[in-house]
C-alpha cells in the first residue's frame, strides 16, 4: 500500500493527516518538537535549518490564527515566508489551484502550508506536485488538522509522560471537531489504555465506539478520575441550531467548571484548541485555572510545525 | 503612585502614553532617536538591537500607514514582525483581546503594538501582560497616540534646539486630535514657555486654558511671531456636520497660507501628521515649501519608533 | 530628447516600459537575469546586493500573482519589502498618490513597484521623486507591464538563442494586452526578423501591421512553421460581450489544441502569461505538453525581476 505521506525511504514527505502516520515518525515528530520547545526561550529564537527556502502559507480559507503559527514557525527557522490569501486573488480570475500550486513552485517555493474548506484539498496537492516539494496540510474542511493533533498529542505528553498508564476525556462537539477522531488515533499508536468521548448524542459521530472509546453523556460520570480533559470547540453556528438548545443550556450540561473538573484526578490537565467560548463550554475560572495546559498548548503548537517543517525539508528524495 | 509605563528601576517599559513620561525618559527617547537618525542614511539600514524577537502589530482597526511605519523601525531593528489585522479574524469568532494576546505572547511574541477604536485598550493589555512583554500604544480612539506626539516633539527640538526659547502654535482641530494635548504636555515639560492654540470654538475642548495654553480664534493673531506652527488635520467626517460650514470655509478662516504663514516668524517651521487635506487645513504652496518640515516629521517618526522599541527591549524586568 | 528611463550616464534609473530601452540596456537586463537563473536552484537561494534597502510594492490595484514574483524577487536580493494595498487605506482619507510616496520615501524606501489601474501612473511617480529613488512598473492600465514583457523575451532567447533567424506568432487579444506591442518593440530589437499577430479583427489595434507585423486572421495559416507560440490571455470580461461570440466558439477558431500546434515547426516552444484560461485560449493536453514553456517563464520571471532591482540598485545618482 502507498503512503502517500511518506517517500520510498519510509520518511515523512507531506503532513496530511495523523492516520497513516507510522508509530515511529509521530515519535519522530514529537522528539524532534521536543528540542524545539528550548529554541523559543533563548534570547534570539532562531534556527538556521530553512536559511534561503521558501515556506508558502496559501490559505484558501482565512484562518490568521492558524496562519499565524506557521508563520512564526517558519521564521523562527530562518525561511522567507509568503503568505497568499487565494480566496481573494487569482481564483476569481478562473486559475485552477494546481495552476497556482505549480506557479508558486515554478517560483521555487519550497513547501506549502495549506488550508482548505474542502476536505482532501491538501492531499490532492501533495499527490501533484514535483518530488522535492512538501505540503502541510494546516486544516481541511472538517476531514484534518494534523499539527494541532500532534500539538494535542505532544502536549499530553510532556505533561504525562508515562503514556501506557492513562485517562483521556474528549468532550463536547466530536462530531465537527477536525481533530478529535486523528487525536483518537493517535493516542491509541502511543498505547493511550483509555479514551472516553462526553458529548450529547447530537454532538457524536454515529458508532463513535468502534474508534474504540467509551461513549458518555453525563460528565459527572464520564470526567471520573480522568487525567486529562480535552475540551472541543463548540462552532457558533452550532448553538442556535437544531442540534442544540442554546448556550446556556449547553453550558449547563458540558461546560466544565471548576465543581464538575474536580471529579477528574486531582492532577489531570485541562485542554482546548482555542479560541474558547468562555461560559459556554469552558468556564473563565478553570481556562484560566491552575489545572490549565491552553496556553503551553499554543507555546507548544510552534515548537511542533517547527518540528513537522524540519523534518521535512530535511526528508531525502 | 504607581506608573503603569515604567518598571520598579523607573525604567521604560511599556509606551502607553506621554502623560506620566518622567522628562528624564522623555529625554532618553529623544537622545535615543537622534541616534538612529543615522541608521536611516547608511548604505544598510540595519542594526542588530532585536535580532530574534518578534514584533506583533495588532491592528484592531485598520491603519495602513501607522502599521507601515512600526514595520520598517522593527525591521530595521532586526526583529521579526507579524501583522494581525484582528478586527477581521478571531475576534469575529469571540475570542477576547487578553485571549487573542495572551495566545500570540505563548508564542513568544516580545512586542505588542496595539492599535484600537477605544481608548484604554493599550493601557487594558498592558495591564494584563507577563512582566517581560512591551506594549506600545498606536493610537487608542481620541486617548493618545504617543510615537506621534514623541515624533512631533522631536521635530521642534531638532530643527529648534533651545525650547526654552520657543513660540508653537497648535492650529485646527484640537478637540478631535489624539495628539495635540500630549504635545502640549510634552512641550511644557520640555521647557516651551508659549504655546498658543488657534480654532474656532467648536474645535477646541472645553476650559483648554488650564492646560496652560493661550487660546485664539484668529489665525492672524495667534500666528504672530511664532517659531512653529504645528497644523492639526481635519477628519473628513468634521466637515460637513454641525461643527464646520464647509471646507472652503474652513480654508478660508484656518487654512495655512503663505500670506498667513508670513505673520510668524521668517525661520518658523510648518508641521503637519499628515495625511494632509490640501486645499483644506494647509495650502500646497505652504506644504511643499521651504518652511515645511512635514516630510522630515515622518523620517523622524522612524527614529523614534525605533528608539521606543529598543528602550522597551532593553529594559531589565 | 530626454529618456526618464536613463540617468545622465545613460543607465537605468527606472524601469518603466520596454519602449525607450536601448538595446545595450535591454541586453543588460536578459544578461543579469541569466546570472540570477542559477541563484533559484541553490540550496541557500539568497544573494546580499539588496541587504538594507526597502523594497516597496505599492499597489493601487490588487494583483497577488504580480505582487508575489516582486516579493519573492526582493527578498532573494536579502531586501526588506513592505507591502501596500494603497487602494485601501490612505487613498480613501483624501491623501494623493504622491504625498503617500513621498511619505514612503521619508520613511526611506529605496525602490518602488507600482502597480495602478491608469496608464502613466509609474511615469508620473518616476517624474517626482528623488533622484536616489527607483520606481518600477508593475502594470499600469492597459500600457504597458515591462517586466512581463522582458521575461517572454528571456524566455524565448534561452529556448532559442539564435533570435536573428526566428518567426514569432501572438495569438490572440493583443488589443487589450498590457504586453504584447512591448514585446513586439523588443523582438524587433533584437533582431527577429518576422513577428505574426493572429486574431479576429475585433481583438486588433487598428493599423497593427504598422508595428511591422504580419497579420492573420486563420489559426491554421498563421502558426505554420513558427518556432514560438505566444499565447495571450483572453480577459473573462471580453468573452460574452460585443467583441467576441462565446469562450467556446474562441477556443474553437482561436485555442492552441496540438492540432493546431502540429503546424508549427516541431521544435515550437508554447508560451502563456498566466492565469491560463484552459479550455478558452489554450487546451490543457498543451498547456501541460513537451512543448510548454508556461512554467519555466514563471522562473524566469524571478530572474528577470531580480536582475532588473540589482540594476537600478546599482545605477549611480
Known amino acids: 500500500m502507498n503512503n502517500p505521506q511518506l517517500n520510498q525511504d519510509g520518511q515523512l514527505k507531506h503532513l496530511l493527516s495523523i492516520e497513516g502516520l507510522p508509530k515511529a515518525i509521530l515519535k519522530q ?6 528540542s524545539f520547545v528550548g529554541v523559543a526561550e533563548r534570547e534570539v529564537k532562531k534556527v538556521p535549518l530553512l536559511r534561503g527556502k521558501t515556506v508558502c502559507n496559501i ?6 490564527r492558524t496562519r499565524t503559527t506557521f508563520e512564526i514557525a517558519a521564521k523562527r527557522l530562518s525561511a522567507d515566508v509568503l503568505n497568499l490569501n487565494v480566496g481573494t486573488s487569482s481564483q476569481a480570475k478562473g486559475e485552477s489551484i494546481l495552476d497556482t500550486v505549480n ?4 517560483m521555487h517555493a519550497d513547501m506549502f502550508v495549506v488550508r482548505h474548506s474542502q476536505s ?10 514535483a518530488p522535492h516539494i512538501h505540503v502541510i496540510n494546516a486544516g481541511d474542511g472538517r476531514h484534518s488538522h494534523p499539527t494541532q493533533g500532534l500539538l494535542d498529542v505532544f502536549t499530553i505528553r510532556r505533561y504525562k509522560p508515562d503514556m501506557h498508564n492513562l485517562r483521556v476525556a474528549l468532550v463536547g462537539d ?9 487525536e483518537i488515533h493517535a493516542l491509541t499508536t502511543l498505547g493511550v489504555p483509555e479514551i ?14 468502534k474508534l474504540g472509546v467509551q461513549v458518555y453523556h453525563d460528565m459527572h460520570e464520564g470526567l471520573k478520575g480522568v487525567d486529562v480533559v480535552m475540551m472541543l470547540r463548540l462552532q457558533n453556528e452550532r448553538m442556535n441550531g437544531a442540534l442544540l438548545p442554546s448556550a446556556q443550556e449547553y453550558f449547563k450540561t458540558y461546560g466544565l467548571t471548576q465543581e464538575k473538573l474536580a471529579l477528574a484526578h486531582p492532577d ?3 485542554m482546548h484548541p482555542g479560541p474558547m467560548n468562555r461560559g459556554v463550554e469552558i468556564d473563565s ?4 485555572g491552575s489545572q490549565s495546559v491552553i496556553l503551553p498548548q499554543v507555546t507548544y503548537g510552534i515548537a511542533v510545525r517547527m518540528a513537522v517543517m524540519a523534518i521535512l525539508a530535511g526528508s531525502t528524495i
Chains 1, 2, 3 share one sequence.
Open 59 to 64: 490559505f484558501f480559507e482565512n484562518s490568521t
Open 285 to 288: 475560572a478553570v481556562a484560566d
Open 268 to 270: 489531570a490537565i485541562v
Open 196 to 209: 472516553r468521548v462526553i458529548a450529547p448524542k447530537t454532538l457524536l459521530p454515529v458508532q463513535v465506539e
Open 174 to 182: 466530536v462530531l465537527h471537531s477536525r481533530v478529535a477522531r486523528s
Open 29 to 34: 515528530i514529537l522528539d524532534t518538537a521536543e
Open 103 to 106: 506557479n508558486l513552485i515554478a
Open 120 to 129: 482532501g484539498a491538501a492531499h490532492f496537492i501533495a499527490q501533484h506536485v
